[in-house]
């Protein structure tokens, strides 16, 4: 940093300056290193990156990675660029790229390397996080479409001339069938809502109206599970959003309520302002079997289930949550999951309210 620079003519001095100033801006950490491995330059990024100033150390006094160390002198040795991908430090742990470029000529101030560092931990945990993902959608389409070919070939062959079981096959290849739409439409939703992520909804909606047509559109899957869907909202409350997305939130939340509460049980769906009239605040309450608290925080990973062959038997995709998640982040909303095992689980949405929202709530 200029603070080691030598004493040169003022021009000099201030060209130096201004070039240490670019390097300073750069995003990437880079340090030089002398022949006795000893930091005797870096710039800021390489302080914000390691959490401390280190200039005077060793490079193996920082990294105490002795993989680090043997580059360093491979690189010395064979006066050659080695680029190399370490993990560093505890809590979190960083992937860190590495680029050490021998310097042709020593330095004055002994400088013989040039390290530079790339913090990639979060590229690595975004490839991690798809590679995942790719794997759990090619399982969960699997499953129906081995079902359904073995089906097909059921059919083909022993089954051909047999009209009853014909008729009960072709009913589970309907299932089938409808479940593998049902994943692909949610993997659509996924990915529109993802690509419009950075774009706020602005436009007003009643929530009252939304949580009605949601509720009228489940009325038969509440009399199937013998439930009773409970609102009490003062209607005319505007929320800003999106109404398909907003539909979409409460549909699955309500649906899950039906699906996962209790036999003649109530689904409570309740509306508030909170925040002197700044947000809204939408409770979905069931009295169902509740949620263990070492699942709450996974909830709304993409195919997370308490219970996989529950969720599957019930038509789940496993995507409800993380669209929910995902369509609540954009609208720069709040989800919250409370749960009581045994007495049952409150999902709440708390959305900004739309400016112009009535005063008579
Ligand atoms: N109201 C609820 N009560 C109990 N468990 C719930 C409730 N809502 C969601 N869950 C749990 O969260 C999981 C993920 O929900 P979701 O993403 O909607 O997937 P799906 O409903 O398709 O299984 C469910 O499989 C279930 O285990
Ligand atoms: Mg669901």
């Known amino acids: 940093m200029s603070k080691n620079l030598p004493n040169k003519p003022k021009r000099l001095r201030a060209h130096l300056e201004q070039h240490l100033h670019i390097l300073d801006t750069l995003p990437f950490a880079i340090l030089q290193v002398n022949k006795k491995y000893k930091v005797v330059w870096a710039n800021l990024a390489a302080n914000d ?18 993989i680090l160390y043997d580059a360093v002198e491979a690189s010395d040795e064979d006066n050659e660029e080695v680029r190399f991908e370490f993990e ?10 590495a680029t050490v470029t021998p310097l042709q000529q020593t ?18 945990q975004t490839e991690s996080v798809r590679a995942d993902f ?7 389409l699997r499953t129906p479409l081995s079902t359904l070919v073995g089906f097909i070939e059921t059919l083909q062959g022993p089954a051909r001339d047999d009209p009853e079981a014909s008729g009960r096959f072709l009913g589970i290849m309907r299932d089938q069938a409808a479940r593998m739409s049902r994943l692909v439409e949610d993997l659509l939703s996924l990915s529109k809502i993802e690509m419009n992520a950075a774009v706020i909804p602005s436009g007003a909606l009643d929530v009252c109206d939304l949580l009605n047509t949601v509720i009228e559109s489940l009325s038969l899957q ?13 209607c005319g409350q505007l929320v800003r959003g999106d109404a398909d997305e907003m539909t979409q939130v409460f549909w699955n939340l309500v649906e899950n309520a039906l699906k996962y509460g209790r036999e003649n049980g109530k689904v409570s769906v309740a509306v508030k302002s909170i925040n002197n009239g700044t947000d809204v605040r939408i409770d979905v309450s069931d009295n169902g079997e509740g949620i263990e608290e070492e699942h709450l925080n996974r909830l ?59 005063s008579s709530s």
């Open 49 to 66: 990156l390691l959490q401390m100033d280190p200039f005077g150390l060793r490079v193996e006094d920082i990294f105490g990675n002795e």
């Open 88 to 97: 560093w430090g505890q809590r979190p742990t960083l992937s860190i790229l």
């Open 107 to 124: 330095s004055s101030q002994g400088g013989r390397m040039i390290m530079t560092l790339q913090d990639m931990t979060t590229q690595r």
């Open 134 to 140: 790719v794997a759990n959608v090619s399982h969960e």
């Open 222 to 234: 509440a009399e199937t599970a013998k439930q009773q869907i409970v609102i009490s909202t003062n």
């Open 300 to 358: 709304t990973e993409r195919f997370y289930r308490v219970d996989k062959g529950r969720s599957r038997a019930m038509g789940g995709t496993g995507l409800g949550l993380a669209i929910v998640k995902h369509i609540v982040a954009r609208h720069r909303g709040q989800l919250l999951v409370a749960s009581k095992v045994g007495e049952g689980s409150t999902f709440s949405v708390i959305l900004p309210a739309h400016e112009d929202h009535s």
